[in-house]
T-cell receptor, first 114, second 109 residues
Framework: DGGITQSPKYLFRKEGQNVTLSCEQN?????MYWYRQDPGQGLRLIYY???????QKGDIAEGYSVSREKKESFPLTVTSAQKNPTAFYLC?????????????FGPGTRLTVL | GQNIDQPTEMTATEGAIVQINCTYQ??????LFWYQQHAGEAPTFLSY??LDGLEEKGRFSSFLSRSKGYSYLLLKELQMKDSASYLC??????????WGAGTKLIIKP
């Protein structure tokens, strides 16, 4: 059963704590993305990775970090440096790198920082 | 800067037709996507246009005019399950996706 899993669906953390959101895919897609979604706003790109062991900053990378040690996994760490971390986080994958393809999304993680 | 405009919210009646517009100003153009997103869920792919014209897929159609920087999503025979947000996204010259804020569509019986 192919797909993208993100866990947990809801996550609560105290202010000042780092937290890592997981994203796993078994679609054998090369590219993976992390987006943040806030109410009334479009998706904003945090980080993306087109191949293993390589990733690039998106538009709002400050306060976040990622790793891509294997093709299937692209975890996102929300650090204490992120000033407003409460948001809905979406992980996405894309099949090819030679031309643009549609992105497939995981179910998302809603992070609330108390 | 890059900009995508969509109406914030629209209301329509079950069984009717609704058109959701999207205008864009981006650095280059390599295609336009429409996604559907139900509240609290992930976006799901609806359509992709890269050439001018109308693409029809069942009850949903998407239109593109590159010269006008304009697209619309047309939903026919509206059903209650069509209540969702509809996101327009443009692929720019760097093959990055630029997302609009989305249009929340409310369907009334």
């Amino acid at each position: 059963d192919g797909g993208i899993t993100q866990s947990p669906k809801y996550l609560f953390r105290k202010e000042g704590q780092n937290v890592t959101l997981s994203c796993e895919q078994n679609l054998n897609h090369d590219a993976m993305y992390w987006y943040r979604q806030d109410p009334g706003q479009g998706l904003r790109l945090i980080y993306y990775s087109q191949i293993v062991n390589d990733f690039q900053k998106g538009d709002i990378a400050e306060g976040y970090s990622v790793s891509r040690e294997k093709k299937e996994s692209f975890p996102l760490t929300v650090t204490s440096a992120q000033k407003n971390p409460t948001a809905f986080y979406l992980c996405a994958t894309e099949a090819g790198t030679d031309r643009y393809n549609e992105q497939f999304f995981g179910p998302g993680t809603r992070l609330t920082v108390l | 800067g890059q900009n995508i405009d969509q109406p914030t919210e629209m209301t329509a009646t079950e069984g009717a037709i609704v058109q959701i517009n999207c205008t864009y100003q981006t650095s280059g153009f390599n295609g336009l996507f429409w996604y559907q997103q139900h509240a609290g869920e992930a976006p799901t792919f609806l359509s992709y246009n890269v050439l001018d014209g109308l693409e029809e897929k069942g009850r949903f159609s998407s239109f593109l005019s590159r010269s006008k920087g304009y697209s619309y999503l047309l939903l026919k025979e509206l059903q209650m399950k069509d209540s969702a947000s509809y996101l327009c996204a443009v692929v720019d010259s760097n093959y990055q996706l630029i997302w609009g804020a989305g249009t929340k569509l409310i369907i009334k019986p």
